[in-house]
T-cell receptor, first 111, second 123 residues
Framework: QKEVEQNSGPLSVPEGAIASLNCTYS??????FFWYRQYSGKSPELIMS????GDKEDGRFTAQLNKASQYVSLLIRDSQPSDSATYLC???????????FGKGTMLLVSP | GAVVSQHPSRVICKSGTSVKIECRSL??????MFWYRQFPKQSLMLMAT?????????EQGVEKDKFLINHASLTLSTLTVTSAHPEDSSFYIC???????????????????FGEGSRLTVL
């Protein structure tokens, strides 16, 4: 049984701070890792994908992957109230396999 | 990113009726689409994998005769909730993958893009 674990939160940070979201996964052969943002009542929106160990930066977002520790994280710099949402971690294997989603971490950024 | 469009965004129907939801990939061909369901404050639950030109693959516990999936073309998949009941009220979301990713020269699972979702309310 493939599992993706996330702290449900809420994670509360003040505006301008760095928000750190974490995710662990159970399947050692996982090769594809994604972070999605989901606003209340809306469908998930892809923020970042990462496939190799290390950091990947895109604007205010940085994804970090450590396959040895089976750990992936998302850092949001200069957090804004508009970043308040649920962040879903998703993990996949090779080819056209399905993704396994975590239950998501709710982030609240206060003005 | 790739665009996946879903219609209708909201539907209200009477108990016992059937509802069809369409999912289209607008700027790419999708041989595989995925249908998810999400209840309030719950995580995404994969219902089925829709394969173009063949039968869908349903997850355990999902009734294939109740949730009919048709993937007649590379850009369109439909989900029909038959004889809907109030307990079927939920947020239904389709998704599609635009291609494969690449890592170290190997093909890996590509990015998955979601439609806008369809909120079904069965009275």
């Amino acid at each position: 049984q493939k599992e993706v674990e996330q702290n449900s939160g809420p994670l509360s940070v003040p505006e301008g701070a760095i928000a750190s979201l974490n995710c662990t996964y159970s399947d050692r052969v996982s090769q594809s890792f994604f972070w999605y943002r989901q606003y209340s009542g809306k469908s998930p929106e892809l923020i970042m994908s990462i496939y190799s160990n290390g950091d990947k930066e895109d604007g205010r977002f940085t994804a970090q992957l450590n396959k040895a520790s089976q750990y992936v994280s998302l850092l949001i710099r200069d957090s804004q109230p508009s970043d308040s949402a649920t962040y879903l971690c998703a993990v996949g294997n090779s080819g056209y396999s399905t993704l396994t989603f975590g239950k998501g971490t709710m982030l609240l950024v206060s003005p | 990113g790739a665009v996946v469009s879903q219609h209708p965004s909201r539907v209200i129907c009477k108990s016992g009726t059937s509802v069809k939801i369409e999912c289209r990939s607008l700027d790419f061909q999708a041989t595989t689409m995925f249908w998810y369901r999400q209840f309030p404050k719950q995580s995404l639950m994969l219902m089925a994998t829709s394969n173009e030109g063949s039968k869908a693959t349903y997850e355990q516990g999902v009734e294939k005769d109740k949730f009919l999936i048709n993937h007649a073309s590379l850009t369109l998949s439909t989900l029909t909730v038959t004889s809907a009941h109030p307990e079927d009220s939920s947020f239904y979301i389709c998704s599609a993958r635009s291609g494969l990713g690449s890592s170290g020269g190997a093909s890996v699972t590509g990015e998955l893009f979601f439609g806008e979702g369809s909120r079904l309310t069965v009275l």
